[in-house]
């Protein structure tokens, strides 16, 4: 089997693999700290609109 890194050894590719399995299947906060996590907009907090990067001119 090709590994597309050569940055850790196969061994620790699967235990950082183990480690993440968690925060990305998890339904739940990944942050051990909850007041880490950002609060949800308020009711009367204006709405944003997601930013946009400009075309890079030709």
Not at 20 to 34: I, M, N, Y
Request: negative net charge; without cysteine; hydrophobic residues 20%.
């Amino acid at each position: 089997m090709q590994r597309g890194s050569e940055k850790h050894s196969p061994r620790q590719d699967e235990a950082l693999k183990d480690e993440l399995d968690g925060e990305l299947k998890g339904d739940k906060p990944s942050r051990a700290q909850t007041w880490r996590e950002p609060e949800p907009p308020a009711d009367d907090d204006p709405d944003v609109p997601p930013f946009q990067p400009r075309a890079e001119p030709e």
